[in-house]
């Protein structure tokens, strides 16, 4: 073994011969010397742990076409498509929602050229970017004004520090939340320069609670979506009516931190009930922050919607430039939006919604296209099995929603090894191990998705 490992032939020797010479013309020698000296690093493993007897013939057309791909596989780009078969709709890390083909139009019309982003057409003077979205979000949630920042989380920090910088904002325990990714609450408040007043106990608060907390300094209450957990049992919060009745009586402003902004009744597509943002506007809360790219099902952004006067003070605010939504993400806003309007209907046209509605049946089909695709490799055994989904992106945290998974069994591979082989795939194709075998949600998988995701299942247990 260590005479193999002596006997392996060094990376300029290599370079020399024609197979590998042509690579280095073909491409560039920077790269073919890397994917060479990958190669290599994984042939020395290989003949280190006994995974490979002796080394391989170097000489070979099949060698040379080893480095190519190689080289070709650090040309990919980086950020690229996925598949997901997590179950997670809204999965963070995934990228969240996939948007409408109405919105990606709307990205490239904007992005191919110039666009009136800031100019008003008609009287050819400045105009303002917020004003292509905010007459949509007044029409479909009641509100007065809007306007849209880079995400959620900014629309917060902007808020606050408009509404409430070296001021109390009074707050209940039990809403003072974390929505992953280091953004907690009381961080966020302390960043805007306020000071958090926190009322109540973690699972009952009372409107007396806020009544005494308030004070000369006080300048906004802060209600906020326990978006991505619930406490049950033992409970009390006040109403929106009452917190909005107990704001106007002492003159503050009431602002809700929703997160997951819902525009339209999922109850009635047998869906839990999520708070709409017109009923919270129009229970009298002043100002509601929500994510583009959750429920809505549209790009990363930060909708904030309410009072015209408060919504003024923000964007008055010179926070809100450090902020900006960019203007791809503003087109395809506008897109998104229009399909809420009659007589588009969103459950169908708005992908994170279809896919959160589309009938268990549907789902089943496409598990059994592509287990009957797999199975035609006979490379496993692939079968299908109820399973359930989940909205993900801090939404709906106890609602599963019925689905169907297509398990990959007697494979030879370990699940965390096939599941990592279909990582690399191209396309990645991201699943879940569950009781010991990977497992592919398919309530996420686009139909069309099927045929890439059987390549990769091949290209997996082929490596
Ligand atoms: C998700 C969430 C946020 C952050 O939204 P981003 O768009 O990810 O910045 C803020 N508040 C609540 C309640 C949330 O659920």
Not at 202 to 209: G, I, L, P, Q, V
Not at 219 to 228: D, F, G, P, Y
Not at 331 to 339: I, K, P, Q, S, Y
Request: glycine residues 8%; aromatic residues 2%.
């Amino acid at each position: 073994m260590s005479d193999a490992l002596r006997q392996l032939p060094q990376v300029q020797a290599l370079l020399e011969t024609p197979g590998v010479a042509a690579l280095a013309e073909r491409y560039s020698r920077p790269e073919t010397v890397d994917a060479l000296r990958a190669a290599l690093a994984e042939i020395r493993d290989a003949l280190r742990t006994g995974a490979l007897e002796r080394p391989p013939s170097f000489a070979g057309d099949a060698f040379a076409d080893a480095v190519a791909e190689r080289i070709e596989a650090g040309r990919r780009a980086n950020l690229r498509g996925a598949i997901n078969a997590t179950g997670i709709i809204i999965h963070t890390n995934l990228g969240r929602a996939p948007l409408a083909p109405e919105a990606l139009e709307a990205i490239q019309a904007v992005a191919a050229g110039y666009s009136n982003l800031e100019m008003d057409l008609e009287t050819g003077e400045r105009g303002s970017r917020y004003t292509h979205v905010e007459t949509l979000i007044c029409e479909l949630t009641g509100a007065d004004a809007a306007i849209v920042v880079n995400n959620c989380a900014a629309a917060v920090l902007l808020s606050l520090t408009a509404l409430a910088s070296g001021r109390d904002v009074v707050a209940s325990r039990g809403e003072l939340i974390e929505i992953g990714g280091s953004f907690r609450l009381p961080d966020v408040i302390r960043q805007s320069g306020a000071r958090l007043v926190e009322v109540g106990a973690t699972n009952k608060t009372k409107r007396a609670d806020y009544e005494q907390a308030i004070g000369e300094e006080t300048a906004v209450l802060l209600k906020s979506h326990t978006s991505n957990f619930r406490i049950v049992g033992f409970t009390a919060a006040p109403s929106r009516a009452d917190l909005s009745a107990l704001a106007r009586e002492r003159g503050l402003v009431l602002v809700e931190d929703l997160g997951s902004g819902v525009l339209i009744d999922l109850s009635e597509h047998g869906l839990p009930d999520e708070p709409v943002v017109g009923d919270i506007l129009k229970a009298g809360v002043d100002l509601v922050m929500f994510s583009g790219d959750k429920l809505l099902g549209g790009p990363q952004a930060g909708i904030i919607a309410g009072r015209e006067d408060v919504v003024g003070r923000l964007r008055k605010h010179p926070m809100l430039r450090a902020m900006r939504i960019d203007k791809l993400s503003l087109a395809a806003l506008e897109a998104t939006l229009r399909l809420y309007r009659p007589p588009h209907d969103p459950l169908q046209c708005i992908p994170v919604l279809q896919a959160l509605s589309a009938p268990v049946e549907t789902v089943e089909a496409r598990a059994s296209k592509l287990a009957e695709l797999l199975n035609q490799d006979g490379a496993c055994a692939a079968a299908i099995a109820p399973s359930t989904a989940h909205a993900g992106g801090g939404a709906l945290p106890q609602h599963g929603v019925a689905s169907f998974v297509v398990k990959l069994g007697a494979v030879a591979l370990p699940p965390d090894r096939l599941a990592a082989q279909l990582r690399q795939a191209d396309p990645p194709v991201v699943a879940r191990i569950a009781d010991g075998e990977v497992q592919l949600d398919m309530r996420a998988v686009r139909d069309e998705d099927c045929a890439a995701i059987r390549d990769a299942v091949r290209g997996a247990l082929r490596a």
